[in-house]
């Protein structure tokens, strides 16, 4: 059997970042109280702008549930988030407020309250400072850009499921959460929708059921790591010309069936 090895250090407490400026439009420092004008002239309060970009992501369902991740994700970006962003109505900007209630909702429905290291979630930083430069573990962007291009975490203590939002950040070339046995739940189907994604690791956590049908088809996929979880299924007939992706470990993860031999992981 294919050995995959990962080098992974103990999470430790974080150190503060300043890699990208935290320049958010305050709702505070606004006039009307952080109104936002819409290109239709109409006027939106901040909160109204806030749950609209909310509801971009999130399943109305989903938010009007009392105490769900989503809803939770979304009281602290209007009420507790010390940043106090605003949105600015079809800018740039907005898509970095909605890439903050989506790295919320992940906090909220992975237990964020009980990590051994916060990585500066919910911090009034710029998500791009949600990490631990010690390690590289948290968020991820390159360049000082303020896209969310990675997310990284090791044994962290992560317990619930991955959000459908997670991976609605259209920008992730990398996600990596691997040794948390409390992450439960299955791949949401919204993988589908990325593009740029390039690294999926998912080593030793607890997940199941079916992997999406559209996973081994990602465009940009190449590497992909999936060992010791609890997945159903068969490993699905794959035409090489049809896909990306070039590595492939799936060791005693609960997948039947024959992998390729392109995509079998060199054994050492």
Request: proline residues 6%.
């Amino acid at each position: 059997a294919a050995i995959v090895v990962v080098s992974m250090m103990a999470p430790a407490k974080s150190t503060p970042s300043a890699e990208v400026s935290n320049n958010f439009k305050d709702g505070n420092d606004q006039d009307n109280h952080g109104d936002v004008n819409t290109p239709s002239g109409s006027v939106l309060s901040r909160e109204e702008s806030l749950t609209m970009i909310a509801q971009g992501v999130s399943s109305q369902e989903a938010l009007d549930i009392p105490d769900s991740p989503q809803a939770l994700a979304l009281e602290w970006l209007i009420e507790h988030d010390a940043a106090k962003v605003t949105p600015s109505a079809g800018r740039s900007e907005d898509e970095q407020v909605q890439e903050r209630y989506i790295l919320a909702v992940f906090y909220y429905a992975t237990g964020g309250v009980d990590w051994f290291d916060s990585f500066y979630f919910l911090s009034q930083n710029h998500v791009c400072n949600w990490k631990n430069l010690d390690f590289g573990m948290g968020v991820q962007c390159e360049d000082g850009s303020p896209t969310v291009t990675g997310i990284k975490f090791g044994p962290n203590n992560l317990q619930g499921t991955l959000p459908d939002e997670i991976f609605r950040l259209s920008g992730m070339k990398t996600f990596q959460v691997i040794m948390n046995p409390g992450l439960t739940g299955s791949i949401p189907s919204s993988i589908s929708t990325q593009e740029n994604l390039q690294i999926l690791n998912l080593n030793k956590n607890s997940l199941g059921g079916a992997i999406p049908d559209s996973l081994l088809s990602l465009p940009s996929l190449t590497t992909l790591w999936m060992d010791e979880n609890s997945f159903e299924g068969t490993i699905p007939t794959m035409e090489e010309g049809d896909m990306t992706l070039q590595w492939w470990s799936c060791n005693n993860c609960g997948l039947t069936g024959r992998m390729p031999d392109s995509l079998r992981m060199p054994t050492f």
